[in-house]
């Protein structure tokens, strides 16, 4: 069975930082690709970044670029995102999911970006 568990979540104030992780297990972690989405209060599922099964690759949102930086540890099934500058319309719930589009995701972790 497919498990995905973020953490790392919390409230901060703007331009302000923090990390995301994301433990996967029930499947081949260094086999796939990975991504973060992120669904903010009354809107839909946002793609915000994706890494390669390597972790070689990596791509962003323009919302995020030259802020947001995704990474992984194949050794420890573990995805990251570390969060910098961080904006009010950044506060969402975070998924981590397996896939560059589709695939199963996590339960999310709740991020708060507020003076």
């Known amino acids: 069975e497919v498990q995905l568990v973020e953490s790392g979540g919390g409230l901060v104030q703007p331009g302000e930082s923090l990390r995301l992780s994301c433990a996967a297990s029930g499947f081949t972690f260094s086999s796939y690709p990975m991504r973060w989405v992120r669904q903010a209060p009354g809107k839909g599922l946002e793609w915000v970044s994706g890494i390669n099964s390597a972790g070689s690759s990596t791509t962003n949102a323009g919302s995020v670029e030259g802020r947001f930086t995704i990474s992984r540890d194949n050794a420890k099934n573990t995805l990251y995102l570390q969060m910098d500058s961080l904006k009010p319309e950044d506060t969402a719930v975070y998924y981590c999911?397996?896939?560059?589009?589709?695939?199963?995701r996590g339960q999310g972790t709740q991020v708060t970006v507020s003076s």
């Open positions: 999911a397996r896939g560059w589009a589709d695939g199963p």
